[in-house]
C-alpha cells in the first residue's frame, strides 16, 4: 500500500521542490505532516491580498465611480485592470502592494493612482480601511463632493492629489492629524473657505499647492511653521490681507507663486532670506502701498522672476543682470524708473524680458536684440 500523498509538490512558492514523503521513513511523523501543512498554507497564501482590504477596494470603486477593477484577479497580482502602463503620464491606472510591509504573509495597498480615468463618483472615506496606504493621486477626474474628514485618521500617508477635479467645500481641518504628509496637491477644484491654522501642524509638508479655488481669508499665521516647505502655491484665489512676513521662515522654499491671490503688497522685505529660490513669481498685489524692488541679490540660481503689478517703485537693481541662471524677468506693470543698467547687457541667456509699463528711460541694450524676447 502506498501513501496518496507520497508525492507532494508545491507549485505555488519558487523555493520549494517535490517532497517525497514514504510510510516507512523515520522521519515521517505528525510534527513533520503539520511543519509541511503549515508551509503549504504559507506558500499559497503569499503574494495575495488581505481579505480585508479586497472588500474595501469594492467599496472604493463604488464610491469613484471604478467600473473596470476586476476583482476576479487578485488586486495585489500586477495584473490588467489593475495596473496598466501611464502612456501618456497624465493617464495612470495603478494600484501598488507590498507584501513585506506587515509581514503577516498578505500584501496591503500601499499607493493607489488613478489619474485621468474619468471617474464621476465622490472621494471615498473607504480609503480609510487601508491601514498601510501611503499614495492617494485621484488626479484630473471629474470628482465632485468635498474631502472625507475621515481622512484625517490615515497615519501613512505621504502624498494626496487630488488636482483637476470638481471638489467644493473646505480643506477638513483633520487633514492635519496626518504627520506623514509630505505633498498637498488641491489645484484647479472648485474648494472655497479659509484655510484651517492646522494645516501649520504639517510638520513634514513639502509641496502646499491650493492654486486655481476659491479659497479666502487671510493666510493663517500657523503657516510660519512650514520650515519643510519646497513648493507653495496659492495663485488663483480669494485671499485677503498682505503677504505675511512669516514666509521668511521658508527657507528650503524653491517654488513661490502669489499670482492673482488677492494678497496685497508690499513683498516683505524677508523674502530675501529665500535664497534656495528657482522660480519667484507674485504678481496683481492688491493694495496703493508702493515700495522698492526686494533684495534678491542672494537669489542665485533664480529661473524665473515675475514681480508684474506688485506696486514696484524706484530703480532697476544691478545685480540682477548678473544673475545668469535667469530664463524669465517680468516687471511689468509697476513704477519702474530711471535707465537699464548696463549690467543686464550681459543677459543673453534670457529668453523674455519684460518691462512693460513702467517709467523707464534710455536705450535698450543692443545685445537683447539678438537673443533675447523684450517687451
Given at each position: 500500500?502506498?501513501n496518496?500523498?507520497s508525492?507532494l509538490?508545491?507549485?505555488?512558492?519558487?523555493h520549494?521542490v517535490?517532497?517525497?514523503m514514504?510510510t516507512?521513513s523515520p522521519?515521517?511523523?505528525?510534527?513533520?505532516?503539520?511543519a509541511?501543512?503549515?508551509?503549504?498554507?504559507t506558500?499559497?497564501?503569499?503574494?495575495?491580498i488581505?481579505?480585508?482590504?479586497?472588500?474595501?477596494?469594492k467599496?472604493i470603486?463604488?464610491?469613484?465611480?471604478?467600473?473596470?477593477w476586476?476583482?476576479?484577479?487578485?488586486?495585489?497580482?500586477?495584473?490588467?485592470?489593475?495596473?496598466?502602463r501611464?502612456?501618456?503620464?497624465?493617464?495612470?491606472?495603478?494600484?501598488?502592494?507590498d507584501c513585506s510591509?506587515?509581514?503577516?504573509n498578505?500584501c496591503?495597498v500601499?499607493?493607489?493612482?488613478?489619474k485621468?480615468?474619468?471617474?464621476?463618483?465622490?472621494?471615498?472615506?473607504?480609503?480609510t480601511?487601508?491601514?498601510?496606504?501611503q499614495i492617494i493621486?485621484?488626479?484630473?477626474?471629474?470628482?465632485?463632493?468635498?474631502?472625507?474628514?475621515?481622512w484625517g485618521?490615515?497615519m501613512n500617508i505621504s502624498k494626496i492629489a487630488?488636482?483637476?477635479?470638481?471638489?467644493?467645500g473646505s480643506?477638513?481641518a483633520?487633514?492635519?492629524n496626518i504627520?506623514?504628509?509630505?505633498?498637498?496637491e488641491l489645484?484647479?477644484n472648485?474648494?472655497?473657505?479659509?484655510l484651517?491654522?492646522?494645516?501649520?501642524?504639517?510638520?513634514?509638508?513639502?509641496?502646499?499647492?491650493?492654486s486655481?479655488n476659491?479659497?479666502?481669508?487671510e493666510?493663517?499665521?500657523?503657516?510660519?511653521?512650514?520650515?519643510?516647505?519646497?513648493?507653495?502655491?496659492i495663485e488663483?484665489n480669494q485671499?485677503?490681507?498682505?503677504?505675511?512676513?512669516?514666509i521668511q521662515?521658508?527657507i528650503?522654499?524653491n517654488?513661490l507663486v502669489?499670482?492673482g491671490?488677492?494678497?496685497?503688497?508690499?513683498?516683505?522685505?524677508?523674502i530675501?532670506?529665500?535664497?534656495?529660490?528657482t522660480?519667484?513669481?507674485?504678481?496683481?498685489?492688491n493694495?496703493?502701498?508702493y515700495?522698492p524692488?526686494p533684495?534678491?541679490d542672494?537669489?542665485?540660481?533664480l529661473k524665473t522672476?515675475?514681480?508684474?503689478?506688485?506696486?514696484?517703485s524706484?530703480k532697476?537693481y544691478?545685480y540682477l543682470?548678473?544673475i545668469?541662471s535667469?530664463?524669465?524677468?517680468d516687471?511689468?506693470?509697476?513704477k519702474?524708473s530711471?535707465?537699464?543698467?548696463?549690467?543686464y547687457?550681459?543677459?543673453n541667456?534670457?529668453?523674455?524680458?519684460f518691462?512693460?509699463?513702467?517709467?523707464?528711460?534710455?536705450?535698450v541694450p543692443?545685445?537683447w536684440?539678438k537673443?533675447t524676447?523684450?517687451?
Amino acid at each position: 500500500f502506498e501513501n496518496p500523498f507520497s508525492s507532494l509538490f508545491l507549485k505555488s512558492s519558487p523555493h520549494l521542490v517535490n517532497i517525497k514523503m514514504s510510510t516507512t521513513s523515520p522521519f515521517f511523523s505528525p510534527l513533520v505532516v503539520i511543519a509541511i501543512f503549515f508551509l503549504c498554507v504559507t506558500a499559497f497564501g503569499a503574494n495575495t491580498i488581505h481579505p480585508d482590504e479586497k472588500k474595501a477596494l469594492k467599496d472604493i470603486a463604488k464610491s469613484l465611480g471604478k467600473k473596470d477593477w476586476n476583482f476576479d484577479v487578485d488586486p495585489c497580482s500586477n495584473k490588467p485592470n489593475w495596473v496598466t502602463r501611464p502612456i501618456p503620464k497624465i493617464l495612470e491606472n495603478n494600484v501598488t502592494c507590498d507584501c513585506s510591509v506587515a509581514g503577516d504573509n498578505f500584501c496591503h495597498v500601499v499607493s493607489i493612482i488613478l489619474k485621468g480615468q474619468n471617474l464621476p463618483g465622490t472621494l471615498p472615506p473607504e480609503l480609510t480601511r487601508l491601514r498601510y496606504l501611503q499614495i492617494i493621486d485621484l488626479s484630473r477626474n471629474y470628482l465632485n463632493g468635498t474631502i472625507p474628514k475621515q481622512w484625517g485618521s490615515m497615519m501613512n500617508i505621504s502624498k494626496i492629489a487630488l488636482l483637476g477635479n470638481r471638489l467644493t467645500g473646505s480643506i477638513p481641518a483633520e487633514i492635519a492629524n496626518i504627520s506623514t504628509l509630505q505633498f498637498l496637491e488641491l489645484w484647479n477644484n472648485q474648494m472655497s473657505g479659509n484655510l484651517p491654522p492646522e494645516l501649520g501642524n504639517l510638520t513634514q509638508i513639502q509641496t502646499l499647492r491650493i492654486s486655481s479655488n476659491n479659497f479666502s481669508g487671510e493666510l493663517p499665521a500657523t503657516l510660519g511653521k512650514l520650515t519643510t516647505l519646497l513648493v507653495f502655491r496659492i495663485e488663483d484665489n480669494q485671499f485677503s490681507g498682505k503677504i505675511p512676513d512669516y514666509i521668511q521662515n521658508w527657507i528650503s522654499l524653491n517654488t513661490l507663486v502669489i499670482q492673482g491671490s488677492g494678497l496685497s503688497g508690499p513683498i516683505p522685505s524677508g523674502i530675501s532670506l529665500l535664497r534656495n529660490l528657482t522660480d519667484l513669481r507674485i504678481s496683481d498685489l492688491n493694495g496703493s502701498e508702493y515700495a522698492p524692488l526686494p533684495e534678491l541679490d542672494k537669489m542665485t540660481s533664480l529661473k524665473t522672476l515675475v514681480l508684474r503689478n506688485c506696486n514696484i517703485s524706484g530703480k532697476l537693481y544691478e545685480y540682477l543682470g548678473t544673475i545668469t541662471s535667469l530664463k524669465i524677468l517680468d516687471l511689468s506693470f509697476n513704477k519702474l524708473s530711471g535707465t537699464i543698467p548696463t549690467t543686464y547687457a550681459t543677459m543673453n541667456s534670457s529668453n523674455y524680458i519684460f518691462f512693460t509699463g513702467n517709467l523707464l528711460t534710455g536705450p535698450v541694450p543692443p545685445t537683447w536684440r539678438k537673443n533675447t524676447y523684450v517687451i
